[in-house]
């Protein structure tokens, strides 16, 4: 079992930051992919970035186009902790953020919601125009 919770989110302007964490518990982050999932109200639920380690010392990433050089992903190991840093935010940003893992599968990082097995209860963020 993983457990995740996230903190971070709340009202921001646009052109804003803010930054998400997501405590993670239960797996050691070697064997672990870690993502953040977005779900606006009524759209479906949207990949935003993931993150695996491969327990030396290389990160992996990918992210979604709509955030690729405005978002960025990070691990903190010793934290047993995972961060979004979200820059140049717009209102299509607004969303429920959800910390999500799976298993990790080699080298490989789920680019959809439902390849993810563990999820938080997710933290809003709201952009203001």
């Known amino acids: 079992q993983v457990q995740l919770v996230e903190s971070g989110g709340g009202l921001v302007q646009a052109g804003g930051s803010l930054r998400l964490s997501c405590a993670a518990s239960?797996?050691?982050?070697?064997?672990?992919?870690m993502g953040w999932v977005r779900q606006a109200p009524g759209k479906e639920r949207e990949f935003v970035a993931g993150?695996?380690?491969?327990?030396?010392?290389?990160?992996?990433?990918d992210y979604a186009d709509s955030v690729k050089g405005r978002f960025a992903v990070s691990m903190d190991n010793a934290k047993n902790s995972v961060y979004l840093q979200m820059n140049s935010l717009n209102s299509e940003d607004t969303a429920v953020y959800y910390c999500?893992?799976?298993?990790?599968?080699?080298?490989?990082?789920?680019?959809?919601?439902?390849?993810?097995?563990?999820w938080g209860r997710g933290t809003q963020v709201t952009v203001s125009s």
């Open positions: 999500a893992a799976r298993p990790r599968i080699g080298f490989r990082i789920g680019t959809r919601g439902e390849e993810y097995d563990y």
């Open positions: 239960g797996r050691t982050f070697s064997s672990t992919t």
């Open positions: 993150i695996l380690w491969d327990g030396t010392k290389t990160y992996y990433t």
